[in-house]
């Protein structure tokens, strides 16, 4: 299997300044592989849903070819949910509640198909769940793992046992400088690749993110959208269009990185610009070809020559 | 004369969490013209400073040919200050004090040299300043343009007439959503322009600047800075930077533009590595050179094809 996503499929409700819903489709497995879906065929998706998880949802996994043998059901729980309400700006949000449900019991075991994993992504989930499914998995040519603030402050030694398994860690800045415990982002980063991950990418909002490889920092820039309604699940949907784009590209030189980045970024502006996972669903090549050359031509840097007339 | 810079030239009192120093030498006007002095030789200094302003301050203009003629003394005052305290990720900061003291009736009169400026680089003042200055200079071929919120607040209406004769109008973000009574940076960005500055540029800080000229929008990234010592003055000397670069080349196009806020990016970049402007006193063109390379390969986007698999 090319991508294997391990996270949550979720039953979200969202207040935005544009609009309000319920039982939205939401989750990191969810945007993570439908993002991916877009550059990759094989995926295959290990999470869990209760009774209540609609048939429809079921289906916009099944009619895109996204394998859910590894979606587990309890017919007597409730789906995971979570609660937020964003601000004005949508650069902050408030998680009104988190209610964990059938999440609390979660122990994946992935079926045997899922374990050649050529590539795996963990959404965020308790670390020791992380730990359990790489456990899982046979000899994944890259392993590409997320986490939040919660998991730092409280189970900071089961993650930072869990980074020296993982290949790529992609966090958000304020979650990078709370790990590392330094304000200073470029110290930060060298610290969190010290505890495992060869490939740290830092997400950082609407400025975009950052890639440390080795010795090299990429900047891919946040594309410059007019119209956001919805920011969630664009980091899990970031990771999916890296993968994705990892999946169907040999290399994995600084090139092939950034351009992972690239397409990750892709998919993550795509994802806020309507409800839930909603653009992710009608999105076509061309559109996403478009957006590469947007941000291609939004952070190229001409050649120039300049006389200097020093002091 | 190439370039005339307005503004302030104060005497500091600074904290940072790596120490802190008083009677810093500061100030827009100071920022801006030792910034584009790299790239430009002739330039002229207009500001106001009180009897208490040491010889040795004086100097560093005069010892690099920066003209002062227009750099107002009044003996018996006392130059303007300003106190802050940077937090401990340097993103924030307090202004703890503000003494204007001689700047309190600053009305600045340009010497006849300075009245023929090809770049007019008007540093944060009250709108009304900035309109007598524009009044006295006879045909500029730019002209730049800083503010604060204090005057978005305060004076709006002097502000937007002011900016109907401004070429390149440069805000962070957060004024910029301020200005433009907007949460979204890319319409509020129109609206501004709306307002005059064919150019505008949005500071974010260590996320970078976003160019909007015409219908292209370019991002600028934040340099990965190890050692940050003193935001003080960075976006000053990003304006000195860019109108230095634009003195010393003909072009007023996208790729002229974009290439002028990287070397406003750059300028910017040493600033803070050092207390005040003391970096900016001892770089040389290979390191500007150097930052300005450093800058590109931060953001190259490599060529890629990808083969889609779509839904």
């Known amino acids: 299997m090319d991508i294997v996503a391990v996270g949550t499929v979720a039953l979200d409700k969202i207040e935005t300044p544009f609009g309000s819903a319920d039982s939205v489709l939401g989750g990191s497995a969810t945007f993570i592989s439908l993002s991916a879906r877009h550059l990759c065929s094989d995926i295959g998706l290990s999470a869990v849903i209760g009774g209540d998880f609609p048939d ?105 046992a869990m980074l020296g398994n993982v290949d790529c860690f992609i966090i958000n800045d304020s979650e990078a400088r709370q790990l590392a415990g330094e304000p200073n982002l470029v110290k930060a980063a060298r610290i969190i690749q010290e505890l495992g991950p060869r490939i740290l990418i830092i997400k950082k909002g609407e400025h975009g993110a950052l ?67 909603e653009r992710l669903l009608d999105l076509t090549p061309e559109e996403i070809e478009d957006r590469v050359a947007g941000f291609r031509s939004l952070s190229h840097i001409p050649d120039t020559t300049v006389q200097f007339n020093g002091f």
């Open 56 to 160: 429809e949802y079921r289906s916009v996994f099944v009619d895109r070819d996204i394998n859910i043998d590894g979606l587990e059901t309890i017919e007597d729980g409730k789906t995971f949910s979570w609660e937020g309400r964003y601000h004005y700006d949508l650069n902050d949000r408030d998680t009104l509640a988190t209610h964990l449900n059938v999440l609390m019991d979660f122990d994946p075991e992935l079926p045997e198909a899922y374990r050649d994993a050529r590539i795996l992504c963990l959404g965020n989930l308790d670390p020791k769940i992380h730990a359990s499914v790489l456990r899982q998995v046979r000899s994944p040519e890259m392993v590409i793992c997320d986490t939040m603030n919660y998991w730092i402050e409280n189970t900071p030694d089961e993650l930072r």
């Open 211 to 277: 890639l440390f490889f080795e010795n090299h920092v990429f900047s891919a820039p946040g594309f410059p959208l007019e119209e956001i309604y919805d920011p969630t699940g664009a980091g899990d949907a970031f990771m999916g269009g890296f993968a994705g784009y990892l999946a169907s590209e040999e290399g994995r030189d600084l090139s092939a990185l950034k351009s992972a980045v690239i397409f990750g970024s892709t998919t993550a502006s795509f994802t806020v610009e309507k409800f839930g996972p």
